[in-house]
């Protein structure tokens, strides 16, 4: 059985943290890789029904998905979970308690970038107050200080974010090997 990892996929809304996800799962599946992706909005729908958006129900969200993320990893899956997860200090609490290989994506975005395409209005609303705790607006955001993949979505095509993705993976072993270009 092929090791499994954590993909931590983190960033703001609508900055395309699924849709790398959903492209790096279709890479793995193409290589004959167990993935699980843990969308952040179906983790809330299903597992963490129920909970609001206050500091602590949000750590609550990020440790569910971290232990659910360990179990599938320490099984042999590649977790990928794609998250907001806006504070610093969980994500980092979620990677030490895992025993296999935990890789954070940073997807960043600008916020004026976000509001431009905000294809679900969901900026719009927050910025005329109609969306409290909104990530990015009226709550913060805590960037990683030094994630393992950083792309640019407002400045890359999915393709290429894709690319360095499956690049890194690729380089650290962690996946088949395909040509490596970071070195």
């Known amino acids: 059985m092929a090791p499994g990892f954590t993909l931590w996929f983190t960033g703001l809304s609508g900055c395309g943290k699924s849709t ?3 492209g790096v799962r279709a890479e793995l599946v193409r290589q004959g890789r167990r993935v699980e992706v843990l969308d952040g909005d179906e983790v809330r729908r ?10 602590e ?6 440790r569910r998905i971290g232990y659910v993320a360990r179990l599938l990893s ?7 979970p794609a998250a907001i997860s806006p504070y610093r200090d969980v994500r980092d609490e ?9 890789v954070e994506v940073f997807v960043d975005c600008p916020v ?10 969901l900026y719009a609303k927050a910025l005329v107050g109609e969306l409290p ?19 640019h979505t407002d400045r890359e095509t999915i393709p290429d974010s894709l ?10 072993g962690l996946i088949d090997a395909v040509p490596c270009r970071r070195r």
Request: net charge neutral; aromatic share 6%; charged share 25%.
């Open 20 to 22: 790398l996800a959903a």
């Open 46 to 55: 299903h597992l963490s029904k129920g909970l609001g958006f206050s500091k």
């Open 57 to 62: 129900d949000r750590d609550t969200n990020i």
């Open 74 to 80: 320490r099984n042999g899956v590649i977790a990928i």
């Open 94 to 102: 979620v990677r030490r308690s895992h025993e296999a290989p935990f």
């Open 112 to 121: 004026d970038e976000l509001v431009r395409r905000d294809h679900k209005g």
């Open 133 to 151: 705790n909104f990530t990015g607006v009226s709550d913060p955001y805590e960037p990683p200080l030094s994630p393992d993949i950083h792309v």
């Open 163 to 172: 690319a360095k993705i499956i690049d890194w993976l690729s380089c650290a």
